[in-house]
Each structure stands twice: as C-alpha cells, then as structure tokens.
C-alpha cells in the first residue's frame, strides 16, 4: 500500500539557520509529490509540488525540495528559516492519481529566536 | 476573494447524533474535496465532488458518512449516527478544476468535530 513518512514529529532550528524536513513514501511508480505548510489555526497552503522534470523543485516563500527516486524521499529544504516559518509542514503523494493525496503525519517547526 | 470557508469550525456532537460540516468552495471553483484527520495522523482522502457529482468516494466509510455538492450551495459532509471514532480535523478543499499540474487545490481550515 502506498504510504509516506514523516520520521520528524518536532524540529527546533535557530533562526537563520538552514532546514530539512525529511519525507520519504512508499509507490511503486514515479508518484507526484507536494509539500503543504499549515500554520495554527489555517488552512493548507501549498509549497511546492513535483510531477515529473527537473528533480529540484522551487517553491514559495524560499522552500525548495528535491526529488530523489534511488532513496524514494522529496526533502523539503530552506537555507535560512524565518520566525514566520514556525507552522506544521506536510508532505504529500498522488499515487496513481493527482487529486487523491496520501499525506504523511506532519512535522512541525519551531523557530529558536 | 475570500477562500475556502467551513463552518462550524468547531462542532460538539453526542453519540448518536448527526453532524453536518459544510464547505463554501472558493469562488469559480467546482471542485470539492474532503479530507480527515485523525489525531496524530495525517489528512486522509474522502471524497472528490464536482457540482452535483460525486467522482471518487473511495476514502469514504461505506456506512453513515454521505457527501453531496449540489448546484447551489456548499457542500456537505454529513455523518450519521457519530461516535467517538468520528472525532478528527475534516478539510475541504477545492479547486477550478481536477487538482493537477495546472491546478492547485485550497484548503479551508477546517472543522474540528468533537462527539462526547
């Protein structure tokens, strides 16, 4: 069955410094592959998402995430965190379809000022 | 253009009640989806709905839950009979048209339900 892991529940980075959140999903095919964030009280906002081409995908607000097929992971990355970025982060996958999301449990992000 | 509205945002309901969740689509869109989310999971599909279709109920529990999107109006998530399994974050979301490479989807924030 098709599933997606978020190993993550909490990270905490200093202000300024980079981020990685891991993702990792479980398909067979290539899958088409999203980011969300979700701040308290909000709905999903989209970050990036990944359907086929250049395995390097930029997304909003500085995010960008990188689709690996050898290691079956799509790591959403950012170089310097703002105290603004400190929200809930999903990763999502279209397995065999594009609106029928599988999403992962979600990492959330606090910000050390 | 406001976004994707759900109401109530939060909703208490008794064993054995109903529980209506609704979903205003952001304007021009005519398609819905609704999601749920369990404590500490993630969002799980439910429904896929076009204006009065259903196009993919596959996530759907078989017995007490229906949804509909009818030509005016939200659409509704209606669950019958609930119980205490049936407490979870429910997301709608929607989009112009099915969410794809071209077409991002919106999520509201959310109707939290609670059954006591």
């Known amino acids: 069955a098709q599933s997606v892991t978020q190993p993550d529940i909490h990270i905490t980075v200093s202000e300024g410094a980079s981020l990685e959140l891991r993702c990792n999903y479980s398909y067979g095919a290539t899958p088409y592959l999203f980011w969300y964030v979700q701040s308290p009280g909000q709905g999903l906002q989209l970050l990036l998402k990944?359907?086929?081409?250049?395995?390097l995908v930029q997304g909003i607000k500085g995010f960008e995430a990188e689709f690996k097929r050898s290691q079956s992971s799509f790591n959403l990355r950012k170089p310097s965190v703002h105290w603004s970025d400190a929200a809930e982060y999903f990763c999502a996958v279209g397995a065999g379809s594009s609106y029928k999301l599988i999403f992962g449990s979600g990492t959330r992000l606090l910000v050390r000022p | 253009n406001a976004g994707v509205m759900q109401n109530p945002r939060h909703l208490v309901r008794r064993r054995g009640q109903e529980a209506r969740l609704r979903c205003s689509p952001m304007k021009g869109h005519s398609h819905v989806y609704w999601y749920r989310q369990l404590p500490e999971e993630g969002l799980k599909f439910m429904v896929y709905?076009?204006?009065?279709?259903?196009?993919?109920e596959s996530g759907m529990p078989k017995e007490r839950f229906s949804a509909e999107f009818p030509k005016e109006g939200p659409s509704i998530l209606r669950i019958q009979q609930v119980v205490r399994g049936d407490s979870a974050a429910y997301f709608c979301?929607?989009?112009?048209?099915?969410?794809?490479?071209?077409?991002?989807?919106?999520f509201g924030q959310g109707t939290r339900l609670t059954v006591v």
């Open positions: 709905l076009q204006k009065e279709n259903i196009i993919d």
């Open positions: 990944y359907f086929s081409g250049d395995t």
């Open positions: 979301a929607s989009s112009p048209y099915t969410q794809g490479l071209n077409a991002e989807a919106f």
